[in-house]
């Protein structure tokens, strides 16, 4: 069975602009949360998607966004990026409302702001 | 959810057995506990969970204090593969699937 991918594994982008990155879950996955993880703060629960509803969502601000689509595929958005977003953006994914254990973690998005 | 202390670094031998220790002292009646852990430039995979009794599985084994208070995560012997950051996260199953990671311990497994 196919893990979870991530899309694009590379990104660089200047301040002001936006961006979206993609997760596809692993097959039959129905749950989709993203993490951001930085050297400073670690690893930051940014929210969860179940059956294309937020279900969770971490302490950031109003600029990141996602949804979730009918085939479980998740995307989150960052508007007006700064030179702080620059992080390591994970997707994981699970088989229901599972809980904490479980989740399969993708190979992650780099996201660089200049 | 209750919170986690962790040393920052550990080194173990190849071969032997490495032993990550974990206190969540206020951990409540409902919270398992979980480890996860991170290879380098990896998303982070899951290795073992457990409530009160002790488990095992095919990558560990997880030995919980009878007051529930603290852990240990038994890597039985330990492969240079092994190296990693290792996490240990307390909260409840159920309808919230947040994962509150620490800061985790970095285990080196040396020649």
């Known amino acids: 069975k196919a893990g979870v991918t991530q899309t694009p594994r590379y990104l660089i982008k200047t301040r002001g602009q936006q961006v979206t990155l993609s997760c596809s879950p692993i097959s039959g996955h129905r749950s989709v949360s993203w993490y951001q993880q930085t050297p400073g703060q670690g690893l930051q629960f940014l929210f969860e998607y179940f059956s294309e509803t937020q279900r969770n969502k971490g302490n950031f601000p109003g600029r990141f966004s996602g949804r979730q689509f009918s085939n479980s595929r998740s995307e989150m958005n960052v508007s007006t990026l700064e030179l702080g977003d620059s992080a390591l953006y994970l997707c994981a994914s699970s088989l229901e409302a599972s809980g904490l254990y479980e989740q399969y973690f993708g190979p992650g998005t780099r996201l660089t702001v200049t | 959810d209750a919170k986690t202390t962790q040393p920052p670094s550990m080194d173990c031998a190849e071969g032997r057995a490495a032993n990550l220790p974990c206190n969540h002292s206020?951990?409540?009646?409902?919270?398992?506990v979980y480890w996860y852990r991170q290879i380098h430039s990896q998303g982070p995979q899951y290795i073992i969970h457990g409530l009160k009794n002790n488990e095992t599985n095919e990558m560990a084994s997880l030995i919980i204090t009878e007051d529930r208070k603290s852990s240990t995560l038994i890597l039985p012997h330990a492969t240079l593969r092994d190296t990693a950051v290792y996490y240990c996260?307390?909260?409840?199953?159920?309808?919230?699937?947040?994962?509150?990671f620490g800061t985790g311990t970095r285990l080196q497994v040396t020649l």
């Open positions: 996260i307390v909260g409840t199953t159920g309808t919230a699937s947040k994962l509150t």
């Open positions: 206020t951990i409540s009646g409902n919270e398992y």
